[in-house]
Each structure stands twice: as C-alpha cells, then as structure tokens.
C-alpha cells in the first residue's frame, strides 16, 4: 500500500510563513499528480495547488502569488512554501498522490491524514 505523512503545519502570525511537506512511501511505482487541499471548519474541502510530474502547476485564486508548490521526484515529495499567510488561510492540509502501483498505468488516489495550519491576526 501507500501511505502519504505530512509535516510541517503549525501556528503563524499573520504575514508570516511556513512550509509544508508531504512523503510518499510503499509500493510506488510511479507518480503522476500530487497535491495540496485544505478544509477550514465548516467548509468543503477545497484545492490550494497542484503539480504535474512534468511540473505543470495549477494554484487556486485565493494563494496565487503567495503559495508556492513544487515536487522532488527522487524523493517521492511535494512542498507547498506559504508565504504571507492570512487569518484566512487557517484550515487542515491535506496532500494528494495519484500513485501507480505497477506499470500498467492505473493510478490510484491516495491522500494524507491532514496537519493544522493555523494563522492569528
């Protein structure tokens, strides 16, 4: 199986940053998209960024110009540096893999167990 562990969550101030990381691990064959989403309480889970193996990225309105993602194949990890973080931006992260587990060119999704990012104004 695959298990993706993020890190790097915590409390901010305003204006402030903080980098999060997220591993892949298990039976790996290859990676296609990897990503990050967030969930605030009380809201639907909703996508901050994402990256391509070809380093194709898409970010969300919201963190365009602030966030950035980025990915180290050999390492099977993706970072999300937030920069100039808003009360706003408070919310669980999770990551996302679509992960083959063969050379058959089925991916499966897997996601993260989350990690807190909380921003004080």
């Known amino acids: 199986q695959v298990q993706l562990v993020e890190s790097g969550g915590g409390l901010v101030q305003a204006g402030g940053s903080l980098r999060l990381s997220c591993a892949a691990s298990?039976?790996?064959?290859?990676?296609?998209?990897m990503g990050w989403f967030r969930q605030a309480p009380g809201k639907q889970r909703e996508l901050v960024a994402t990256i391509t193996s070809g380093a194709t990225t898409v970010y969300a309105d919201s963190v365009k110009g602030r966030f950035t993602i980025s990915r180290d194949n050999a390492k099977n990890t993706v970072y999300l540096q937030m920069n100039s973080l808003k009360p706003e931006d408070t919310a669980v992260y999770y990551c996302?893999?679509?992960?083959?587990?063969?050379?058959?060119?089925?991916?499966?999704?897997?996601w993260g167990q989350g990690t807190q990012v909380t921003v004080s104004s």
């Open positions: 298990g039976s790996i064959f290859s990676i296609n998209a």
């Open positions: 996302r893999s679509d992960v083959a587990l063969n050379d058959n060119n089925n991916y499966f999704r897997y």
